[in-house]
Structure formats: structure tokens, C-alpha cells
T-cell receptor, first 115, second 111 residues
């Protein structure tokens, strides 16, 4: 079974803090994704990575950066947290570029509150 | 990314009922996926579809890839209380790593 884990289930941070969200997958997947989920807005893609050290912006990259130094780990960084970044953050991974390989498997999510 | 049109937004269903939800797009997709998300958890993949017209079942769940490749349907038969949750459709266009997601259908079961 694919396992995607996220470093924290709940996180409370103050405005202006630098925040790191970590995601690890154990299935040697090529692709990894970070989404945020807000009521009424669904899942929105922040960044994704299709290889180590490679990254591409998603639909809402502003205020975020990412790092992928190892294949199994994909980090989301909030350089200076703001209250409008309070959200549920979901990490996902997929195998690679063909057919069933595009199936994305999600972690349990991190509920981030910025006060 | 493009959002898919998913309907209904929410439904209250009687235990034992069959229910349907669908997802439509103005673009052609090569892959349709259906996920379920329980409160406070991440989405879990239920069914994946790869060919137009394909009909696939997973227990009491059945999903179909529309023949126009612009829509997909999910049916739940004989609903039970643990079917409560949010169901998302997702689609992938050709040569794209990314998925587009529907806004979700919230299912609540009346016992």
C-alpha cells in the first residue's frame, strides 16, 4: 500500500513565522504535490515536483516555496505566515508518467492555523 | 488548473438508497478519478477510469467514464452510514502531471 505521511496533523503558528510542512512517501513515486483545501474552494494546487530538485508552480504559489532534495520528501515552506494561509494542507504523490501512474495518493493533511 | 463541475453539491440520503453524482468539464480528459474524504482526513482513491465508456466497480461503488470524455459518474448502491463524507472527482488531461478537481459532493446519510 502507498503511504504518504505528513509531519504534523495540527499546527498553530504566529503571523510572520517561517513554517515548514514536511511530506514523505514510501513508494518511490516520481511526482509529489502540495494542495490547500478551503471550504467552498475545493483543492487548489500550490506546487508540484516531478523529480528531485525540480519544481513547478501550481495555481496558487504566492507566499509559498518548496524543496525536494530527496525523492521521498517534499517540503512546503511558508516564508512569512499570514492569517490568510490558515487552511488544510494536503500532500500527494503519484508514480510517474503513464496510465495508472497518474493516480494521486494523499496524506492525512495538516490543519494549519495562523494567528 | 481548471475546476470540474461536480453536482450535486450536497445530498441527504436514506440508508439503503442508491445515489448518483456526476462531474462535467468543457475539456476532454484521459483519466477520471473518484476520491472520498472523511472529516479531518486526506482523500482516499476509490476508483480510477482510463477509457471512454469504461464502467468500473469497487464494492457498492460504480463509476463510469463518459463516452464524450468530458464527464464521469459515480453511483453508490444501498448506502450505509459509513458512506458519509465528501466525494471528489478528478480528471487529467493528456500530457499533464496535474489533476483538476471538482468542488466535492457532501453526502449525509439519514439512519
Amino acid at each position: 500500500d502507498v503511504k504518504v505521511t505528513q509531519s504534523s496533523r495540527y499546527l498553530v503558528k504566529r503571523t510572520g513565522e517561517k513554517v515548514f510542512l514536511e511530506c514523505v512517501q514510501d513508494m518511490d513515486h516520481e511526482n509529489m504535490f502540495w494542495y490547500r483545501q478551503d471550504p467552498g474552494l475545493g483543492l487548489r494546487l500550490i506546487y508540484f515536483s516531478y523529480d528531485v530538485k525540480m519544481k513547478e508552480k501550481g495555481d496558487i504559489p504566492e507566499g509559498y516555496s518548496v524543496s525536494r532534495e530527496k525523492k521521498e520528501r517534499f517540503s512546503l515552506i511558508l516564508e512569512s505566515a499570514s492569517t490568510n494561509q490558515t487552511s488544510m494542507y494536503l500532500c500527494a504523490s503519484s508514480l510517474g508518467p503513464a496510465g495508472p501512474s497518474y493516480e494521486q495518493y494523499f496524506g492525512p493533511g495538516t490543519r494549519l492555523t495562523v494567528t | 488548473g481548471q475546476q470540474l463541475n461536480q453536482s450535486p453539491q450536497s445530498m441527504f440520503i436514506q440508508e439503503g438508497e442508491d445515489v448518483s453524482m456526476n462531474c462535467t468539464s468543457s475539456s476532454i480528459f484521459n483519466t477520471w478519478l473518484w476520491y472520498k474524504q472523511d472529516p479531518g482526513e486526506g482523500p482516499v482513491l476509490l476508483i480510477a477510469l482510463y477509457k471512454a465508456g469504461e464502467l468500473t466497480s469497487n464494492g457498492r461503488l460504480t463509476a463510469q467514464f463518459g463516452i464524450t470524455r468530458k464527464d464521469s459518474f459515480l453511483n453508490i448502491s444501498a448506502s450505509i452510514p459509513s458512506d458519509v463524507g465528501i466525494y471528489f472527482c478528478a480528471g487529467r488531461r493528456s500530457n499533464d502531471y496535474k489533476l483538476s478537481f471538482g468542488a466535492g459532493t457532501t453526502v449525509t446519510v439519514r439512519a
